[in-house]
């Protein structure tokens, strides 16, 4: 008897568990069965809606950082241009190896940014008889040694199948600590000179290859 009573004092918990399982299972199926006509529809639905929530929200669109920029356009000069406020127009001359050239400055500042195109026509003979690569190096000369500049990058390209030279540099102008990005174009005669000239440590790289790379010649 007395292994009997044991016997009966260890599979009653296992029993009482596996009653309590059979319960849980025989009260779950019972609900189920008696759910009113529609209720499992608006339970699923209130399932999906509680999913959705949890999911994460689509992300909002970026705002364009260049939306307030302005299109520019020369029709003297055949091109245009991105740039963050319109340019101011002025003539200049300067003497060359070419003899006397004017110079066309478009000019945007912002802050401590300088934005600008430039512009110049060499006469026909001159060009006849010089090499554009050449041309186009002492150009970008001309432009470091107003800045008693250091040259830290240098990148040939081409517009439109017209050659291209771009410079990067650093330098200093009126005391001030400055960082350059230029891209000259020859194009026929005439010689453009995109810059960008910013305080060291200030400038915007993206800002900056987005004017650059916002000259278009117009046809």
């Known amino acids: ?63 364009d950082k260049y939306s307030d920029w302005v299109e520019y356009g020369s029709e003297p000069h055949l091109f245009t241009i991105l740039t963050p406020k319109s340019f101011e127009v002025s003539r200049d001359k300067t003497q060359t190896a070419a003899g006397e050239i004017e110079l066309i400055t478009y000019l945007a500042e912002l802050g401590s940014v300088a934005y600008g195109v430039v512009c110049n026509d060499f006469p026909p003979d001159f060009m006849s008889k010089t090499d554009p690569s050449t041309l186009l190096k002492n150009g970008s000369n001309g432009f470091v040694n107003q800045f008693s500049g250091k040259v830290s990058g240098e990148q040939v390209l081409s517009l439109e199948g017209h050659p291209g030279l771009e410079i990067t540099l650093t330098g200093v ?10 891209r000259f174009y020859l194009v026929g005669d005439r010689l453009y000179q995109v810059t960008v000239i910013a305080e060291k440590g200030k400038e915007d790289l993206e800002a900056i290859n987005k004017f650059l790379g916002s000259f278009k010649l117009k046809t």
């Open 1 to 63: 008897m007395t292994h009997h009573r044991s016997a009966k004092k260890v599979l009653l918990p296992v029993l009482l568990f596996s009653l309590t399982v059979l319960l849980i299972s025989a009260c779950s199926k019972s609900a189920k069965e008696q759910t009113a006509p529609g209720a499992e529809t608006k339970a699923a639905e209130t399932k999906t809606e509680a999913m959705a929530a949890t999911e994460p929200s689509p992300a909002a669109p970026v705002a």
């Open 173 to 182: 102008t009126q005391g001030i600590d400055i960082f350059a990005k230029g």
